[in-house]
């Protein structure tokens, strides 16, 4: 199909799936969700993964339509959010500790750690709610007749075929996920998600029980002593994430934001994300006013790529089953683990002891033969991490850190101290030490590296806000690798920082990014190291005209120093307006690369537990439109269409993912109803 025909057939199918929201209601009040644009602006896309993005999404999405109970909230509840300081976390636990229930969100500026925006971001996931003297379990008729039940369904329909839609996948072209979760109070949830990628089988082949994949979930909360109980699929952080962490990383402008604080939070996994979670059971039991105790079992099945012997070359955390051989590495093996957490808190001061232990039923086994640089990856069937952590928090500074070690007595450390030296500025360094022989296949932390191993950096940040209209982030992060790591031969270093700056007065927010990334590697001879320099700035202006309208204006370039000089530039322009009971927003936006490497990434408004942060290269245009209608307070509709015409190609992509053709159109189509 040629693109003079493709694109007027997307536009009609894009006008017949807008057509239910023309329908009127008199009660519902469409929101902007702002923090959507807060979140795009903390995050850098350069070092941040799509499974993270999806995660912290999902995480923050659900918060805002079930928010927390702020008069009964735990600190490991608001921990949860990844844009609070540990300084801002203790404020407000230890306001409501020392001066009782809230009788107003507004209450919130008297805690002091707390600034305006984090105050006005705060307010979208949280919700007055009783003090904890009223803590009781209702009965199983006041559950079923007070607990809320959310049952949404989503479809992206691509108005084109992939070379494997015709040929090679097993499935139709179409993209489906079903999400349904109940919810009491804060005390009670359980859901179930089921999701289908673009070509995998739907109730055929090894898919016979329908969708590819099923997240499921049952959790309780304050039950006595059992501050929280989750059943199914769930996610767990312990300490600082080197023995364990099955939550995500938001970057490192997000690790500014948040003053590197860490969280030991356990929550559940209700997402479409078919890798990172743990299934079986996990629970914390405050044992005493000090004590705390989390522990966890597991057991699921992970993909692999198997060596002709039937150990494990590679596990797979993509999720695909499309074709033949995707579907033949699914579920090929299994992971059990077990351990837990013993904390200790005491005012300003705490400790803890992790551990975590982890026996696969085939052998991992990665090739080691002409690849150097797996010399020292995982390898066996059994694994153990322990690890101490400790850390101090008052109203001005935070410390914390953690020391882990594996079975092989390797070490991993981290730590990061935090001062909010005044009102207006604040400061933050980081250090992490990774030997080489140090593996942890369920841990992550921070760092240059994808994963806890071969690194040893340090991270320094500063924000200050000169003024009220102003405020100026500053970060610079040295990482050096020991040991030898993919494309480099020798031991290299990488030099990271970034500078932003944002003004907002009236109806006017500017802002201005600059990120300057330097990383070694090989030069075509593998003789010596050379830099790889990237650099990427941004300039954006948002005009508020009315509570009603808001437009925004972005320009991104890039660059790229390596065996060539490669540039690339976006300008882009976003209008969102909302009504009553009707919400919408377009964009457009022109692009012209040079190349993958100096490729451009956006923000674009998508429905919902959805974030959309596409990727553009070569030249072309972009361009979007979403409506939203809330029909009474039960039920939404949403839909978007969008268009990305390429002017340098006639074919995107290659493989089975060949779209013959410079135009590729999408529609998503969202229902979600609330009884």
């Given at each position: 199909?040629?693109?003079?025909?493709?694109?007027?057939?997307?536009?009609?199918?894009?006008?017949?799936?807008?057509?239910?929201?023309?329908?009127?209601?008199?009660?519902?009040?469409?929101?902007?969700?702002?923090?959507?644009?807060?979140?795009?602006?903390?995050?850098?896309?350069?070092?941040?993964?799509?499974?993270?993005?999806?995660?912290?999404?999902?995480?923050?999405?659900?918060?805002?339509?079930?928010?927390?109970?702020?008069?009964?909230?735990?600190?490991?509840?608001?921990?949860?959010?990844?844009?609070?300081?540990?300084?801002?976390?203790?404020?407000?636990?230890?306001?409501?500790?020392?001066?009782?229930?809230?009788?107003?969100?507004?209450?919130?500026?008297?805690?002091?750690?707390?600034?305006?925006?984090?105050?006005?971001?705060?307010?979208?996931?949280?919700?007055?709610?009783?003090?904890?003297?009223?803590?009781?379990?209702?009965?199983?008729?006041?559950?079923?007749?007070?607990?809320?039940?959310?049952?949404?369904?989503?479809?992206?329909?691509?108005?084109?075929?992939?070379?494997?839609?015709?040929?090679?996948?097993?499935?139709?072209?179409?993209?489906?996920?079903?999400?349904?979760?109940?919810?009491?109070?804060?005390?009670?949830?359980?859901?179930?998600?089921?999701?289908?990628?673009?070509?995998?089988?739907?109730?055929?082949?090894?898919?016979?029980?329908?969708?590819?994949?099923?997240?499921?979930?049952?959790?309780?909360?304050?039950?006595?002593?059992?501050?929280?109980?989750?059943?199914?699929?769930?996610?767990?952080?312990?300490?600082?994430?080197?023995?364990?962490?099955?939550?995500?990383?938001?970057?490192?402008?997000?690790?500014?934001?948040?003053?590197?604080?860490?969280?030991?939070?356990?929550?559940?996994?209700?997402?479409?994300?078919?890798?990172?979670?743990?299934?079986?059971?996990?629970?914390?039991?405050?044992?005493?006013?000090?004590?705390?105790?989390?522990?966890?079992?597991?057991?699921?099945?992970?993909?692999?790529?198997?060596?002709?012997?039937?150990?494990?070359?590679?596990?797979?955390?993509?999720?695909?089953?499309?074709?033949?051989?995707?579907?033949?590495?699914?579920?090929?093996?299994?992971?059990?683990?077990?351990?837990?957490?013993?904390?200790?808190?005491?005012?300003?001061?705490?400790?803890?002891?992790?551990?975590?232990?982890?026996?696969?039923?085939?052998?991992?086994?990665?090739?080691?033969?002409?690849?150097?640089?797996?010399?020292?990856?995982?390898?066996?069937?059994?694994?153990?991490?322990?690890?101490?952590?400790?850390?101090?928090?008052?109203?001005?500074?935070?410390?914390?850190?953690?020391?882990?070690?594996?079975?092989?007595?390797?070490?991993?450390?981290?730590?990061?101290?935090?001062?909010?030296?005044?009102?207006?500025?604040?400061?933050?360094?980081?250090?992490?030490?990774?030997?080489?022989?140090?593996?942890?296949?369920?841990?992550?932390?921070?760092?240059?590296?994808?994963?806890?191993?071969?690194?040893?950096?340090?991270?320094?940040?500063?924000?200050?806000?000169?003024?009220?209209?102003?405020?100026?982030?500053?970060?610079?992060?040295?990482?050096?690798?020991?040991?030898?790591?993919?494309?480099?031969?020798?031991?290299?270093?990488?030099?990271?920082?970034?500078?932003?700056?944002?003004?907002?007065?009236?109806?006017?927010?500017?802002?201005?990014?600059?990120?300057?990334?330097?990383?070694?590697?090989d030069d075509e001879r593998h003789v010596y190291v050379i830099n790889r320099t990237e650099h990427r700035a941004r300039l954006s202006a948002t005009y508020a005209a009315s509570s009603q309208w808001l437009l925004r204006m972005q320009a991104d370039g890039s660059a790229s120093y390596y065996r060539q000089s490669e540039h690339?530039?976006?300008?882009?322009?976003?209008?969102?307006?909302?009504?009553?009971?009707?919400?919408?927003?377009?964009?457009?936006?022109?692009?012209?690369?040079?190349?993958?490497?100096?490729?451009?990434?956006?923000?674009?408004?998508?429905?919902?537990?959805?974030?959309?942060?596409?990727?553009?290269?070569?030249?072309?245009?972009?361009?979007?439109?979403?409506?939203?209608?809330?029909?009474?307070?039960?039920?939404?509709?949403?839909?978007?269409?969008?268009?990305?015409?390429?002017?340098?190609?006639?074919?995107?992509?290659?493989?089975?993912?060949?779209?013959?053709?410079?135009?590729?159109?999408?529609?998503?189509?969202?229902?979600?109803?609330?009884?």
């Amino acid at each position: 199909m040629n693109k003079d025909i493709r694109l007027p057939r997307c536009l009609m199918l894009a006008a017949l799936l807008c057509l239910p929201l023309l329908q009127p209601s008199a009660t519902a009040q469409a929101q902007l969700r702002s923090w959507e644009a807060a979140l795009y602006d903390v995050m850098g896309a350069e070092d941040v993964t799509d499974e993270a993005v999806e995660q912290a999404y999902d995480l923050l999405c659900e918060l805002e339509t079930q928010p927390l109970n702020i008069n009964r909230i735990t600190r490991e509840e608001l921990e949860q959010l990844p844009f609070l300081t540990a300084q801002q976390v203790e404020g407000i636990v230890e306001y409501v500790y020392r001066y009782g229930p809230l009788k107003s969100l507004g209450e919130l500026q008297m805690v002091t750690a707390l600034d305006a925006r984090r105050r006005l971001l705060l307010e979208h996931f949280v919700a007055l709610g009783e003090g904890p003297e009223m803590r009781r379990w209702q009965s199983a008729a006041d559950i079923a007749r007070y607990g809320h039940s959310e049952l949404t369904a989503t479809g992206h329909i691509p108005a084109y075929n992939r070379r494997g839609d015709d040929n090679g996948y097993l499935g139709y072209k179409y993209k489906h996920w079903v999400k349904y979760q109940f919810s009491y109070a804060d005390r009670l949830r359980f859901g179930l998600t089921g999701s289908q990628d673009a070509g995998e089988p739907f109730f055929t082949s090894r898919n016979r029980l329908g969708y590819d994949h099923y997240s499921y979930y049952i959790q309780l909360r304050h039950v006595g002593r059992l501050e929280a109980l989750n059943l199914g699929m769930y996610r767990l952080q312990l300490g600082m994430g080197l023995t364990l962490n099955t939550h995500f990383l938001l970057g490192k402008q997000a690790t500014l934001q948040s003053l590197g604080r860490s969280t030991s939070a356990l929550r559940a996994h209700s997402s479409r994300s078919a890798a990172g979670y743990l299934q079986g059971a996990a629970a914390i039991v405050r044992l005493s006013d000090h004590w705390r105790l989390t522990a966890f079992a597991s057991y699921r099945p992970v993909d692999a790529t198997l060596n002709d012997d039937g150990t494990v070359r590679t596990l797979l955390t993509d999720g695909y089953h499309r074709t033949p051989t995707e579907m033949e590495k699914k579920n090929n093996t299994h992971q059990t683990a077990a351990g837990g957490a013993l904390a200790w808190r005491r005012g300003r001061w705490n400790a803890g002891i992790n551990a975590v232990y982890l026996y696969q039923d085939r052998d991992l086994k990665p090739q080691k033969a002409n690849t150097p640089y797996r010399r020292y990856a995982a390898e066996g069937n059994h694994f153990l991490n322990v690890s101490a952590s400790y850390g101090y928090v008052d109203h001005r500074w935070a410390l914390s850190g953690e020391t882990a070690v594996n079975r092989d007595g390797a070490i991993a450390a981290i730590h990061s101290a935090s001062l909010t030296a005044t009102e207006t500025l604040s400061l933050m360094v980081l250090h992490r030490y990774y030997d080489k022989r140090y593996t942890a296949l369920l841990g992550q932390s921070f760092g240059e590296n994808t994963s806890v191993s071969n690194e040893h950096g340090l991270y320094v940040g500063a924000t200050w806000q000169p003024r009220r209209t102003w405020q100026l982030q500053w970060y610079a992060d040295y990482a050096h690798f020991p040991y030898l790591r993919y494309g480099i031969s020798m031991p290299s270093d990488a030099f990271d920082t970034m500078l932003a700056a944002q003004y907002a007065a009236g109806r006017w927010t500017l802002g201005g990014r600059y990120r300057l990334h330097i990383r070694q590697h090989d030069d075509e001879r593998h003789v010596y190291v050379i830099n790889r320099t990237e650099h990427r700035a941004r300039l954006s202006a948002t005009y508020a005209a009315s509570s009603q309208w808001l437009l925004r204006m972005q320009a991104d370039g890039s660059a790229s120093y390596y065996r060539q000089s490669e540039h690339g530039w976006m300008v882009s322009a976003r209008g969102e307006w909302r009504g009553r009971w009707l919400r919408g927003s377009g964009t457009v936006g022109y692009f012209h690369t040079d190349s993958y490497e100096t490729r451009i990434y956006q923000y674009e408004p998508t429905v919902l537990y959805n974030f959309s942060f596409p990727m553009y290269y070569g030249e072309g245009i972009r361009y979007a439109l979403l409506l939203r209608a809330d029909i009474g307070r039960w039920a939404m509709v949403t839909a978007k269409v969008g268009i990305t015409d390429y002017f340098d190609r006639d074919a995107i992509s290659s493989g089975l993912q060949r779209i013959d053709g410079s135009s590729a159109c999408d529609v998503d189509v969202q229902l979600r109803i609330r009884f």
